[in-house]
């Protein structure tokens, strides 16, 4: 495998300052117009017991498909010692396997672009969104099922030529899927690439443009670009012309700028809170978990709350075509994940959050600072309510430097989307708080070159925090 | 919680230099020599069906306690895809709980030294060894159960007026031990402590020169050793007047020097590796496992080989007097744990091994160049042998750096007993090799600072090959 040499590394944050600074290029409005109109879905409602392909086992309840392959819904009871609900039981996707979520990278005239794709699938709430080069489940890698050749799998699975810039596998949303993970690569290629319909060569300042608006940029898209490499040293050079917050937030990037705590502090804590915690996880049958009930061929909690198992059936035309019938989670209520940023030594931090969720592969990860369905707490005493959520709810627009809507993986969930936020504040929380800390941009750079570190609404909110290092404008 | 900063943490590095250069203190041998002659255990045989406080479930045969507390030998059904067995099903130690392996530190007269612990344990050939400050198990150090008081607890418990220099969670056998890990802490304290019966403060040099003599310094004590912040930056200058190897393995830990590979290329084949193995491990009743039979009150392979779970009786008198039974496991034959050591660019590299084994808590773990029990393969067919294991058996002793014979945990293995071996070497392999790297000193020293990425027979060798900046002499 031929990979960059850490100094060569740490150099391809300059390409990646070079991509973020980059003026407009092409015509990606257009391009962009024109996959809209060739290519969507139509979704319809089907009862969960009458979905074609997929079968209602009679004993344990699980929902799952005739070839065991894609996924299955089932049961998960948890144990939480010590937690405000100690106890519950809940359904959830049960996909073990590993993907791969990958882009590609290649320099035109000194400028690094990304290879993105226009997909569209059945969650989303608007069709076509800027999904990365490859996102391919491990059926697909292996073609242990041989299926339909992935477009541009080999860059991935075949890394000898080309340079690797990012390669860590993270987890996904640990509330719906059990040990749920993913590949998150980045390969950087040095040779034609020949681009197929439906995909597009995009600067980083393209795409950082893009997080600004609601519903385009997807969840496999932020959670690879958040490992490109953004930290390093000698940052500010690379970002002439910079200033304001823009230039905080270089200089947060920048290895050498201050921090509130050592490495070695920010690890003995995440050790500590993977330690305290004593959760106990097991998938059990999807008919022994209690306050779900089934009406009219969905799942829902009896309160109403948190998601429903539905069915669908998707009719996709364009340039993936195809019928198909699929359980889908669809959340109650909008999710809200923020990150609070703070000035410490002159130095922008973010409040991370040592969060459990069941599904973790590791107990516990760094969530932003608020993760919450904020609807779900209107129906709950005042004393629930997640810290911080009033201040990012009240916060006075000034004090708001992103904010956008996006959706959540359209491939498992239905019309899931969380409100991104990041925000200025003047918070603090005591040094030894056992839940939270403020961590330097570049210690998230460091922790994301590592496996469960980081979950993925905190590398969502990252990505976005990250896309302020380019101007505003129109890709 | 007070941590070393960054620039602090690199500056311990010499007080490490300081300890393991430390000229001789003390009368350790006395001190050994008292312990011994009053801290001992008597171990005898004891029909697995017929131990005090144990019993075998009589639906699946697990052997469990009582109260539930302590561990289960429970049965474990193993599938690795395309390995040469690809699934087989064997006795397991079930303990999932994450317990303390701790060791204090304090500086005297500007030299750090260890609080070592005389403890004996059951399954020692030899009644007492060094183990770490503190061993507690999660039920001790929450004192769930009340049990009596584990001394110098606290120092870990409560770290917020000391100095944390390593704390992360780390694998033990995964061949033996469902998903075991234990937190390695090391704790600074700057304030009087005292010494207890049975504790002893050392140099960094002493522990050194006894890990060089066999079966003394347990295995707990040698992965917390490897932890210690022996890497760092402008090492030379802090280990004056060294040469030959000892000048090169000094080089090869200093932060600045080459290596075969980056970081971010190490940590892409570990990923690669952890992604590309398919590896199912599921907890059965010890009684559905194949291949494995009761006799004579204990349970064998039908072969003969690996091990026996076996019961045993202990009395044991001196600073820990008590009676109890308990079921232990007994390898059968020696271990092998070696490091083939070779110069790449001036600077010395181990080759690692990326190995699957079923306890572990991630898929893959690195593991020693050669890591077996050699017995094993005199009755296999030649092709069956392990690379690298004829050229470490049939080594020029001229080419061995380290060679001793230490044992693993006393307190669930019965006299399991390993040779550890730093071996140079001339050999090579391919550098996109699937299963092997050659990785800097000071590579291994980062990856310390993260769960898992290590095993705990590397994590052994290494606190070995770390020994060899002390020069030989009598502790």
Redo the contacts between chains.
């Keep these: 495998?031929t990979?960059?040499?850490?100094a060569m590394?740490v150099d391809f944050a300059a390409g990646v300052a070079r991509s973020a600074l980059a003026g407009p290029t092409g015509d990606f409005a257009g391009w962009l117009a024109d996959c809209r109109a060739r290519f969507h879905t139509r979704v319809e409602p089907v009862p969960l017991d009458r979905l074609d392909g997929w079968s209602v086992h009679p004993e344990t309840g699980d929902i799952g498909h005739h070839s065991g392959k894609f996924f299955t819904v089932r049961g998960l009871d948890v144990e939480v010692a010590g937690a405000p609900v100690p106890r519950w039981s809940q359904p959830i996707i049960s996909q073990p396997e590993?993907g791969i979520l990958g882009i590609l990278v290649r320099e035109f005239d000194g400028v690094p672009h990304l290879l993105m794709q226009a997909k569209v699938e059945p969650g989303n709430v608007n069709g076509v969104q800027l999904s990365p080069t490859v996102q391919a489940t491990r059926s697909n890698y292996t073609s242990v099922h041989g299926g339909k050749a992935v477009p541009y799998l080999d860059y991935f699975r075949d890394?000898?030529r080309h340079t690797?810039?990012a390669?860590?596998?993270q987890s996904e949303q640990g509330a719906w899927f059990h040990r749920k993970r993913n590949?998150n690569m980045v390969v950087l290629v040095d040779e034609p690439v020949e681009v197929l319909d439906g995909f597009c060569w995009l600067t980083l300042a393209q795409v950082h443009q893009l997080l600004r608006l609601d519903d385009l940029v997807n969840m496999d898209t932020r959670t690879v670009l958040c490992c490109l490499p953004f930290s390093g040293a000698g940052l500010a050079e690379r970002y002439p012309g910079v200033d304001g917050f823009r230039a905080d937030l270089v200089h947060a990037l920048d290895e050498g700028a201050a921090t509130a705590?050592?490495?070695?502090?920010v690890?003995?804590?995440i050790?500590?809170a993977?330690?305290r915690h004593d959760v106990r996880v097991r998938e059990i049958p999807l008919n022994e978990v209690t306050d779900w009930r089934w009406t009219d061929g969905r799942i829902s909690h009896d309160t109403g709350l948190f998601f429903d198992v539905v069915g669908v059936g998707v009719t996709a035309a364009g340039r993936e075509v195809g019928r198909w019938h699929q359980p889908m989670l669809r959340p109650r209520g909008q999710g809200l994940a923020a990150f609070l940023v703070r000035q410490v030594d002159g130095v922008p931090h973010v409040l991370m959050h040592a969060r459990v969720e069941p599904g973790y592969?590791?107990v516990v990860e760094l969530a932003p600072t608020v993760q919450c369905t904020p609807d779900t707490y209107d129906k709950l005493p005042a004393e629930a309510r997640p810290e911080f959520l009033d201040e990012v709810l009240a916060a006075d627009p000034s004090r708001i430097l992103f904010d956008a809507v996006h959706s959540e993986e359209g491939g498992r969930f239905m019309h899931a989307r969380t409100r991104y936020v990041v925000l200025s504040s003047d918070a603090d929380v005591a040094?030894?708080h056992p839940d939270y800390r403020w961590l330097a941009p570049h210690q998230l750079a460091t922790l994301l070159?590592?496996?469960h570190y980081l979950n993925v609404q905190a590398r969502s909110v990252l990505a976005c925090l990250h896309s302020l290092v380019t101007p505003e404008g129109t890709p």
Tied chains: 1, 2.
């Design positions: 495998m990979e960059l040499s850490e590394r590993i890394t000898g690797v810039l390669d860590v596998r590949r705590h050592t490495m070695g502090e690890l003995s804590w050790t500590e993977r330690t592969f590791d040094a030894d070159r590592h496996s």
